[in-house]
Nanobody, 127 residues
């Protein structure tokens, strides 16, 4: 599967953005999906994940209540709605297609468990 992320940009603190990730060339519904982010000089870290059918989700603690991950399997699309953005949310955001049949937090938060990544989209939050 190939992934293409979009929707990043510059926003003021307190604002909102919606990231999208378009999948092609594979069976989108057979992958659990996730968003990770990477700040300059830091490793890529987990943000949110959604199960194959969209009925289960996980979030990193700092985004709980502010971000919502969702998917539309009929359209091969993954989304991340980001509200109440903070300067600390500034990063490059990547979508990932998971592999394997386990949707446990310890699995989805590990970047090694992803078969494909999008190219990343920059989110910058000004104070």
């Amino acid at each position: 599967v190939q992934l293409q992320a979009s929707g990043g940009g510059l926003v003021q603190a307190g604002g909102s953005l919606r990231l999208s990730c378009a999948a092609s060339g594979g069976s989108f519904g057979s992958h659990f999906m996730a968003w990770f982010r990477q700040r300059p000089g830091k490793e890529r870290v987990f943000v949110a994940a959604v199960s194959w059918g969209g009925d289960a989700t996980y979030y990193e603690d700092s985004v709980k209540g502010r971000f919502t991950v969702s998917r539309e399997n009929a359209k091969n699309m993954l989304y991340l709605q980001m509200n109440s953005l903070e300067p600390e949310d500034t990063a490059v955001y990547y979508c990932g297609a998971g592999r394997g049949g386990s949707f446990l937090f310890i699995v989805v938060r590990n970047a090694d468990n992803y078969a494909a990544w999008g190219q990343g989209t920059q989110v910058t939050v000004s104070s």
